[in-house]
């Protein structure tokens, strides 16, 4: 049987002694929450620097696998599943956000050598990717009212989720169903390449934003 410790001391404990917290964090106590973060949110912000060169960004990697663990509390049954879970949950949002950058970077050159062009077959391939855009936009439209606010803040506007989330006065968790759920929507018509590439363009070209 599991020794259980005072409630007082479950923030100072040290990361050998977390076992010890899992039937409590099992069952939500937020104590044993705060433990875990305690012990990995410096080491973690640490680990996701070294992908992103930028500490902001990496605070904010690490406070969304935070949320994510939180919300998945149940479903760990030792202290080193949750250590596994952050660590790689905020290695796969590192890379994420990595190839979204390079996403950008190619997209942003392959439309200054379109401009720069005059052959027929390059102005067709414009044509593709503006009727890919309108395309988009129109499916963007189409989704529920509440869920199309939030991706035009998140994705259009660069709005972070605790941001999107006070100005439209609802919960970080509600931002982020919605998110998902309106991606979710737009793959029903799009690639991920596809979409990447809009999120890509409307990033470079603020002007989409009053679609």
């Not at 917290?21 to 949110?41: E, H, I, Q, S, V």
């Not at 935070?66 to 949002?93: G, M, P």
């Not at 999120?199 to 679609?211: D, E, G, R, T, Y």
């Amino acid at each position: 049987m599991r020794r259980q410790l005072p409630a007082k001391n479950l923030l100072t404990m040290e990361s050998h002694d977390l076992d010890v917290l899992m039937p409590a964090f099992r069952k939500g106590n937020a104590d044993a929450y705060m433990a875990f973060f305690k012990t990995y949110y410096k080491p973690l912000v640490y680990f996701a620097d070294k992908f992103l060169n930028d500490i902001p960004e990496a605070e904010d990697v690490v406070k969304d696998s935070f949320f994510k663990l939180w919300s998945k509390h149940s479903d760990f049954e030792y202290a080193q599943a949750v250590k596994k879970f952050l660590y790689l949950s905020t290695k796969n949002a590192c890379l994420n956000i990595i190839r979204h950058s390079k996403v950008v970077g190619t997209f942003r050159k392959e439309m200054e050598y379109l401009d720069s062009q005059t052959d027929e077959n390059l102005v067709l391939q414009k044509m593709i990717h503006t009727e890919l855009l309108q395309a988009i936009h129109e499916e963007i439209a189409r989704l529920p009212e509440k869920r199309q606010q939030v991706f035009r803040m998140s994705f259009f506007e660069g709005l972070k989720n605790e941001e999107v989330a006070a100005k439209l006065g609802i919960s970080v968790f509600t931002v982020k169903e919605q998110k998902a759920r309106a991606l979710a929507q737009l793959r029903l018509k799009f690639t991920d390449k596809q979409l990447l590439l809009f999120l890509a363009f409307s990033a470079l070209n603020p002007m989409l934003i009053k679609h």
